[in-house]
């Protein structure tokens, strides 16, 4: 049976024909009919690129990170890690189930059974979800999603993600852009390496980049900034030039002592 059939619209007149039902005829001429040459139409450049403004929450962070450049030398180095596939969204899962307080037991045994995990793993996930701006505690073991956090979930944006990602962790904004043309994953994490992340926690931030759609991959162990890409990392409060090359000269020197 046709879904037509079933809301009336034609009818079965035999021989392997239908015709329009009387709701049938009313429907072509009062409903608004779209051709294919519209549906085929390519949007602009601009429409295609459109990027909505973050929550009042997300662009403070920014907002603050724009007007004191010396706080980039405070967005971390932790280490990252997310239940797979579909990091990101898993994420949010994690955030929304912490919109109000939450005790650290039930938030363990939330996240151990939603993804099937060991306590441990959600152990290591902890200090991520705080020191990236998703979870705060708020009272012995107590925890809850952050209002920047909560803002994300709101809006449902995964660019809204890599903003608090981005005011909170350093080499995520700063990393698209040198993606700008096609590079090797091994040159990006010596870039990364610059400002004190190291290769593991680079492909982290590489794999949300790739998630959010502001990285591709072109070829196998290549990658290189969309366009939306391109056009949302320039909208960021990038870490000051100065800062990475005095965080390269830090690394070496840490590298030397050891």
């Known amino acids: 049976m046709d879904w037509l059939e079933v809301l009336e619209l034609i009818e079965y007149v035999g021989n392997r024909k239908w015709a329009l ?10 409903w608004l009919i779209i051709s294919a040459d519209v549906v085929e139409m390519k949007l602009t450049e601009d429409e295609e690129l459109s990027i909505l403004p973050p929550p009042m929450e997300i662009a403070e962070l920014l907002s603050v990170l724009e007007n004191n450049p010396t706080l980039h030398k405070k967005r971390n180095t932790y280490n990252i890690w997310s239940p797979s596939p579909n990091r990101i969204e898993n994420l949010r899962t994690i955030v929304q189930y912490a919109s109000e307080r939450v005790s650290r037991v039930e938030l363990f045994e939330f996240i151990e059974s939603e993804f099937n995990l060991k306590a441990s793993s959600v152990e290591s996930m902890m200090p991520f979800l705080k020191a990236d701006g998703l979870m705060e505690e708020v009272g012995r073991n107590i ?3 952050t209002t920047a956090a909560k803002a ?13 990602l981005h005011c909170h962790k ?3 904004g700063e990393m698209i852009l ?12 010596a870039e990364a390496s610059k400002y004190g992340i190291n290769t593991e926690k680079a492909r982290w931030i590489m794999g949300f980049l ?20 391109i056009r949302f990392a320039n909208g ?4 000051p030039k100065e800062y990475a090359a005095q965080n390269e000269i830090d690394c070496v020197k840490q590298q030397t002592m050891k």
């Not at 039902?21 to 009062?30: H, L, V």
């Not at 994300?152 to 608090?164: H, P, Q």
């Not at 040198?178 to 994490?189: D, F, G, L, M, S």
Request: hydrophobic share 40%; charged share 25%.
């Open 236 to 239: 960021l409060p990038l870490m």
């Open 143 to 145: 925890y809850i999603a």
């Open 170 to 172: 350093r080499f995520v």
């Open 210 to 229: 790739l998630e959010a759609g502001l990285l591709k991959e072109t070829q196998y162990l290549h990658v290189k900034a969309t366009q939306l890409g």
């Open 178 to 189: 040198i993606a700008e043309k096609v590079i090797t994953r091994n040159e990006i994490y």
């Open 21 to 30: 039902t009387e709701e049938g005829k009313s429907a072509i001429s009062e």
């Open 152 to 164: 994300w979930c709101d809006s449902g944006s995964d660019l809204d993600f890599i903003r608090i």
